[in-house]
């Protein structure tokens, strides 16, 4: 099995040993692409917007999106994801923002509660897993 790994190059990847997205399978560069717990956060890891919960699943979701194209795929290859939210409360706004970017695509998705993420300021955390192509029809 083949393993390509797309990084962002900072200190939290090297540190805790992961990448924010690795694309594997049997032949040439594989057809599945796994996206790290991404979250709102710039290359230091402080928040790069407040608590609002729509709004670091957009900021969230662009990133996930920029690992996506650098690993060869998109969001429309895009069959799972899975958020961890701090607040259930916010399911809605979270909703919102993952349908603004997914529309059509309708990955399977899981919504869970949790206590707390790396950061206070963090209310959001989204994984993602692609089939490079899958996005080429839909029903």
């Known amino acids: 099995m083949k393993r390509r790994r797309v990084g962002s190059d900072t200190e939290w ?3 805790v040993g992961y990448s924010r997205a690795v694309r594997v399978g049997a032949g040439g560069d594989g057809d ?3 996206v790290a717990g ?4 710039d290359d230091e890891g402080a928040p790069l917007v407040d608590a609002d919960a729509a709004e670091q699943t957009r ?3 662009a990133t996930v999106r920029e690992a996506l194209e650098e690993a060869g795929s998109g969001i ?4 799972r994801t899975r958020l961890f939210v701090t607040d259930i409360d916010a399911w809605q706004a979270v909703g919102d923002a ?4 997914f529309g059509d695509v309708r ?6 509660e949790v206590d707390g993420l790396v950061d206070p300021g963090l209310v959001v955390e989204i994984e993602a897993e692609a089939v490079v192509g899958s996005g080429a029809t839909t029903e």
């Open 13 to 15: 990847e090297r540190r």
């Open 32 to 34: 599945r692409v796994l």
């Open 38 to 41: 991404t979250t709102a956060t």
């Open 59 to 61: 900021v969230a979701l």
């Open 76 to 79: 429309e290859d895009v069959v």
């Open 98 to 101: 993952h349908g603004e970017v």
């Open 107 to 112: 990955p399977a998705s899981t919504m869970v």
